[in-house]
C-alpha cells in the first residue's frame, strides 16, 4: 500500500530552484507556490452555475522564474525531460501543446498587462492525472509571480481568469474555474463555498479532527480519460437542456418542474445531477456550518456519487471500486471527485479506521485486476503564495 507523503514547501522550492540553476544557469528572482485541491462535494456544476465547496491540498506546485529583457520563454520543469522555448507572441490557441501549453497559456492571458519573457522552473509534488488538480496549481504559481514580477497592478481575480483562459483557450482543456479560484483564494482550515453564477465566496471552517474523522484521497492511478470529448458532452447536454427549458440557467429551478419540461432521458438525467447536487452542497455547507462532519456528511458524500456515476456517467470501474470498498469497511461517505472517468475518489472515514479503509479498497482493487491505488490525508491548506 503507498502513501503519499506530503513535502514540506521549503523541498519545493529548493526542488524548483535547482532545476532552474541546472537549466537556465544563476539565481531565479523568486519561488512561488500554488495548491492542488480537493473538491468536498459539489461536482460537474461549476460551468453550470452551481456551488461548490473544495479545499487546498498540501501538495503543490513550486515555480522559480527569472525575468528576461527580451520576449523568450523557456519552460522546464522535473517530471519530464521536454523542456519548451518559445518567443511570447507565438503562442496562441494549441500552441504550444503538452504540459508547456499551461504556463505559456498564462503569459498569453496577460500580454495586455505588458509582461516580458522569462525562464521558469516547475517542481511539483500534486499527483498529475489524479483530479487534483494540477494543472490550476501550476498555472496559479506562474501567473502570481508574473504579477509580481512584472508589477501587474491587478488583484487576484484577473489571475484567476488568466489561469481559466489558459486551460481553456491555449491547453484546450475545459474548466470552470473553481480549480483556479481556490488556488487564489483557500485558507487553512476552510473549504471554500463558491458561488459560480456570480463569482462569489465563503469561507466555511472545516475541523475534521474535531469530529473523529479524517478525509482519505484515493489516487485510483487510473487514467484520468478527459480527451474523449465526454467532458465537452456533458456540457453540450446543459447547454441543450437549458436551450429547451427557456433558462439561462438550471440554478434554481426545482427538479420536478426541470425533468418535467424534458422529453430525452439522457438529458432528464444530467438536469437531475445538476440540481440534486446543488442542494447537496448547500446541506454540506449547514452541516459545517454546525461543526458536523461525521455520517451525515458521508451520506451526502455517497448520494453525490451514485448521482455522478448514474444520472452523470462519468465515474469508472476504479473509482466505483474504491468507493464500494470504502463503504462497506465503515466510511461515513464516500464519492469520486474532480472530472472523473479516471482519476480520484474520497472517503470521510472515522479517524481510526483509515489504515483499514485504506486496504480493504487496496485489496478490492486488486481482486479486480485494477491499478494498485495511492492514498494521501487531505487536510485544507492555504492559498497560492511567494516563497521568497
Known amino acids: 500500500m503507498t502513501w503519499l507523503d506530503v513535502v514540506a514547501e521549503d523541498d519545493l522550492a529548493d ?46 506546485t513550486a515555480v522559480a522564474v527569472r525575468r528576461r529583457e527580451d520576449t523568450v520563454m523557456r519552460a522546464v520543469s522535473t517530471r519530464t525531460d521536454e523542456s519548451w522555448t518559445g518567443q511570447l507572441e507565438e503562442i496562441g490557441p494549441g500552441t504550444p501543446s503538452g504540459w508547456a501549453a499551461y504556463v505559456a497559456g498564462v503569459a498569453w492571458a496577460l500580454q495586455e498587462h505588458r509582461i516580458g519573457g522569462v525562464d521558469v522552473a516547475v517542481h511539483s509534488s500534486v499527483p498529475v492525472g489524479s483530479g487534483l488538480s494540477s494543472s490550476a496549481a501550476l498555472e496559479c504559481s506562474f501567473a502570481l509571480a508574473l504579477s509580481d514580477l512584472f508589477g501587474l497592478a491587478v488583484d487576484r481575480n484577473v489571475l ?11 491547453a484546450g482543456a475545459s474548466t470552470g474555474g473553481m480549480d483556479q479560484n481556490i488556488a487564489m483564494s483557500a485558507r487553512a482550515g476552510h473549504a471554500l463555498l463558491l458561488d459560480c453564477l456570480d463569482g ?6 472545516i475541523d475534521l479532527a474535531a469530529s473523529g474523522t479524517s478525509l482519505l484521497v484515493i489516487d485510483t492511478n487510473a487514467p484520468h480519460r478527459l480527451v ?16 429547451e427549458l427557456g433558462v439561462a440557467t438550471l440554478r434554481g429551478l426545482p427538479l420536478e418542474e426541470a425533468v418535467s419540461g424534458l422529453v430525452d432521458d439522457t438529458l432528464i438525467a444530467r438536469v437531475r445531477h445538476v440540481i440534486s447536487e446543488i442542494r447537496r452542497v448547500e446541506l454540506a455547507v449547514d452541516l459545517l456550518d454546525g461543526g458536523a462532519a461525521g455520517a451525515e456528511l458521508g451520506e451526502l458524500m455517497t448520494a453525490s456519487h451514485h448521482s455522478l456515476r448514474d444520472d452523470y456517467e462519468v465515474s469508472s470501474p476504479e473509482l466505483d471500486s474504491a468507493v464500494d470498498a470504502a463503504l462497506r469497511t465503515g466510511a461515513y461517505g464516500a464519492r469520486m471527485t474532480g472530472g472523473g472517468f479516471g482519476g480520484s475518489a474520497i472517503a470521510l ?14 485489496s478490492s ?8 491505488p495511492t492514498f494521501l490525508i487531505a487536510e485544507p491548506a492555504g492559498s497560492a503564495h511567494r516563497f521568497f
Do not use: M
Open 15 to 60: 526542488g524548483a530552484a535547482a532545476l532552474f540553476r541546472s537549466a537556465f544557469g544563476g539565481e531565479p528572482d523568486g519561488v512561488w507556490i500554488a495548491p492542488g485541491r480537493v473538491n468536498l462535494i459539489g461536482e460537474h456544476i461549476d460551468y453550470a452555475g452551481g456551488l461548490v465547496l473544495p479545499f487546498a491540498l498540501p501538495y503543490a
Open 365 to 372: 482493487a486488486t481482486r479486480s485486476g485494477l491499478p494498485a
Open 160 to 170: 484567476i481568469d488568466a489561469s481559466i483562459r489558459a486551460e481553456n483557450e491555449i
Open 349 to 362: 472515514v472515522p479517524s481510526d479506521l483509515v489504515r483499514t479503509v485504506a486496504d480493504e479498497i487496496t
Open 228 to 243: 474523449d470529448g465526454q467532458y465537452g458532452a456533458r456540457r453540450a447536454a446543459l447547454d441543450t437542456a437549458c436551450s
Open 200 to 205: 462569489s465566496t465563503r469561507q466555511i471552517p
